[in-house]
């Protein structure tokens, strides 16, 4: 059974840092992609970054690139993000998805629709 379960939320002043963790069971990270995705009050879901370890691949939306950065640890079949220069804007029910044995490359990541598997969120709060 496919599950994902993230962790590392909470509340944190504006310019501060955390670090996200999507642990998952059922699958490998080898082989499939992983996207993490937020939601804010009265908001669509949006993507937020991708990793395909099957070609090296990492994505993220403008809004965050250049502060978080995702990265995996194959051995606890983990992937992080992690979240620097946080902005209150930031602040947002935070998922990890993915959609084994179907999407191992992140073309048309940021598509919610084609995910599978959700995990049940983490609330990262960002201070002014």
């Known amino acids: 059974e496919v599950q994902l379960v993230e962790s590392g939320g909470g509340l944190v002043q504006a310019g501060g840092s955390l670090r996200l963790s999507c642990q998952a069971s059922?699958?490998?990270?080898?082989?499939?992609?992983i996207g993490w995705f937020r939601q804010a009050p009265g908001k669509e879901r949006e993507g937020v970054s991708c990793?395909?370890?099957?070609?090296?691949?990492?994505l993220y939306a403008d809004s965050v690139k250049g502060r978080f950065t995702i990265s995996s640890d194959n051995a606890k079949n983990t992937v992080y993000l992690q979240m620097n220069s946080l902005k209150p804007e930031d602040t947002a029910v935070y998922y990890c998805a993915a959609d084994p044995p179907i999407r191992t490359v992140c073309a048309g990541w940021e598509t919610t629709a084609l995910y599978d598997y959700w995990g049940q969120g983490t609330q990262v709060t960002v201070s002014s």
């Open positions: 059922g699958f490998t990270f080898d082989d499939y992609a």
């Open positions: 990793l395909s370890r099957s070609d090296g691949i990492t």
